[in-house]
């Protein structure tokens, strides 16, 4: 969208990427539920709610987030990076593939983070179509549970040892995000240099 996109196809998408990255996950959930779960169901029978069908609707989830965030990075980049490139002789993709990506690198980083984070803190979407089984699954056709699902279908009800479990959960996951966000920081340090 970036570079390539035609200005009246741009301002149709610009706008249908934000209001995708607005909507709430319940709305996703039940989208998921009404569209991809009888699609799933018809593939490989059973009840349609899979770790795949969750997996598809949280990359649809997230995609919004690293859509508009990229753009960001690649609009970002001065244009005399990419102007100099096709000046000294590269193609227009050359430009942009060896050129203004690689500036915007740590941009593009930063939106998959970010996309990632938020799959990984999604509740609500997921619960609606992941099967909500807490079972440990054999492969992708089965149901699942998550680890924050869990947390929210448990936590009113739970106490003693049951409900510092769950706070146990919660903390793994908090971990789970740091140790991204710390990698994260690494690789980008490990860029710049």
Not at 107 to 123: M, P, Q, V, Y
Not at 167 to 193: E, H, P
Request: charged share 10%; net charge positive.
């Amino acid at each position: 969208m970036a570079f390539y996109c035609p200005e009246r196809l741009y301002k149709i998408l610009k706008p249908a990427v934000n209001l995708m990255a607005g909507i709430p996950s319940i709305i996703y959930g039940f989208f998921g539920l009404m569209v991809f779960v009888p699609i799933v169901r018809g593939w490989w029978g059973g009840t349609g709610m899979t770790a795949f069908t969750a997996s598809v609707l949280l990359g649809i989830m997230i995609l919004p987030t690293i859509i508009g965030l990229s753009e960001a990075a690649l609009r970002s980049v001065p244009t005399s990076y990419y102007q100099g490139s096709v000046a000294l002789g590269a193609t227009n993709e050359r430009s942009l593939l060896r050129v203004v990506v690689p500036a915007a690198k740590s941009g593009i980083l930063s939106a998959a983070i970010l996309g990632i984070g938020r799959s990984i803190g999604e509740t609500m979407a997921v619960i609606m179509i992941a099967g909500n089984q807490p079972t440990i699954p054999t492969d992708i056709k089965h149901g699942v549970r998550t680890m924050t699902a869990n947390i929210v279908l448990e936590m009113a009800y739970a106490s003693g040892a049951h409900r510092e479990a769950l706070i146990a959960t919660g903390v793994v996951l908090f971990v789970f995000i740091l140790v991204i966000n710390m990698v994260f920081n690494v690789a980008k340090r490990r860029m710049a240099s």
